[in-house]
């Protein structure tokens, strides 16, 4: 079975492309940064990161192209994919890339804003009486969401 699922943060803005063939099919690629915790000989955590190359395509490069930059949180599902092929110069470079199926935000836009890691409890409206038990949405707020 190859199925991976990370956390971590946008090193940079996707790079969006779209393939060439009748289809013109969302291609996203970005690197995700992944920590990695262990112990320094002293016995001190000691905190690092991976960066994890990532691509995704169709709906969710997409989803890539509009929601996600540099610094979101996000979590992934997907696969590890390898490949290879030669360079300019004739010598073989190997990859190692996940090929996702699935991104979730991994913190609430808030917490994004810049407060270094601070939290901040989302804003919820409050429901209307309308008297059917169900909340009226405010004007506007369906533009924040990720589907249509």
Do not use: W
Not at 16 to 30: E, H, K, L, P, T
Not at 61 to 75: M, S
Not at 86 to 91: A, E, H, L, V, Y
């Amino acid at each position: 079975m190859n199925r991976v699922i990370l956390m971590g943060r946008l090193t940079r803005d996707p790079d969006i492309r779209y393939s060439q063939s009748g289809d013109n099919m969302a291609i996203a690629r970005f690197t995700l940064a992944v920590d990695r915790r262990g112990r320094r000989q002293d016995g001190a955590d000691q905190q690092s990161a991976d960066f994890i190359g990532c691509v995704a395509f169709g709906r969710t490069a997409e989803f890539a192209e509009k929601y996600l930059k540099q610094g979101t949180k996000i979590a992934v599902t997907g696969r590890i994919q390898t490949g290879s092929y030669t360079n300019r110069d004739g010598q073989k470079v190997y990859t190692t890339d996940v090929v996702l199926d699935d991104i979730e935000f991994a913190e609430s836009k808030n917490a994004q804003g810049g407060d270094a890691g601070a939290y901040h409890a989302p804003s919820r409206p409050e429901p209307s009486a309308a008297g059917d038990g169900f909340m009226n949405i405010p004007d506007g707020i369906d533009e924040e969401l990720p589907f249509n």
